[in-house]
């Protein structure tokens, strides 16, 4: 620095930084005096300027690259790290329950997961809510990529009627039923049916899969059979074709199932937890605790007796399904388990028999509940079949839309 600042010293009055003006003795104009010591003082000053302004040049980019570099860190740890929390918030299970406005009844339901993913319905059966579908089994269904929609039949839940469904006495329709003759029940599993498709037509879904519990498999047959290119599959889980000479569950549970009126709280839980035991698998042996805990989460959301009676009337006046079951196209999975009670596994045996095409799938020792000891059994079953189905539409072609009037 000192050498350029000397040279720059020797080159004349033209690199001189400063001017100082004096007057001539004999008056006249003034001369330009040059000072060699300030012009030195001054040049010193404006390279150490320019080197500190290049200090911090360079500090500043220093800077800026660690930001960009700490910045791209933490998106590829946040993209490594962060998919699993991001995929449980996708699938978040405590969404808003939403309702819609049918003909007869609002239904009450869930939409969990993207609403771009393949649609996935849950059917739930006899008495059942929208919240006895377990959340880890939901949660696991989203996560294979389906948008799960769970919701409350009519009569149940959350769901309430438009239109006041008619009276009927279920003693009455029970000693009809047990002399063989016709049920007179309010609605029938195809109305249920109905409503189902009527949720999937105001969400604006037009394919879906189908997955029912029990009654709700019934429900899905019909489902299956009402709108064959709308249904991508059909997964059927502890249910039953309803053909005559299946096995029969034991008086004392069918008594159980059909005890639903209660003075009070204590003994509606009494109740549900005396039948949530019977309906247990005999390998596994359920805390009363716990089943008292589900018990009271079903009644503190919503209680109504009567309108599972009228469910239970529905059942009572259905006919055999095996000549609908003989025309399906739809790709099935049949799930039952070999401890059922209520339906003994030969009605899933009978089901899958009748349905041209179908998997069984049975799960030994599993009864008619969704105990905690067989939920990861029931998702193996379930989860490889769905996902193979996730986006196979090769069935429609070999559709042949299902005449269910004759069949009433």
Known sequence: MNGHCARAGQEGPRQAVHVRRTAHPQGGIELPHMTTRQSSSNCHATVAARLNKLHQTRALLGFCVSVFFMRVFLFLAALLFGLPSFAASRCDVNVPTEHVDLDQVSLAYQSIGRASDPA?????????QLIHWPDEVVVALCQQGFRVIRYDNRDVGLSTWRQAPANANLTFEVLRYKLGLPVAAPYTLTDMSEDALGLMDALHIEQFHVLGASMGGMIAQHLAAMAPQRVESLTLIMTSSGAEGLPAPSAALVQLLSRRSAPNREVALEQQADLLAALSSPNVSDDRKLLLQQAAASYDRAFNPEGVKRQIMAILAEPSRVALLN?????????????????????????AAHIRGSQLKLIPGMAHRFQEAFKAPLLAAVLPYLQAHREDTSHWAQIEPVETPNLL
């Open 327 to 351: 025309q399906l196209r739809v790709p099935t999975l049949v799930v039952h388990g070999t401890a059922d009670p209520l339906l003994p596994v030969m009605h899933g045996v009978h089901l």
């Open 120 to 128: 996935l319905l849950l059917v739930m059966g006899l008495g059942g």
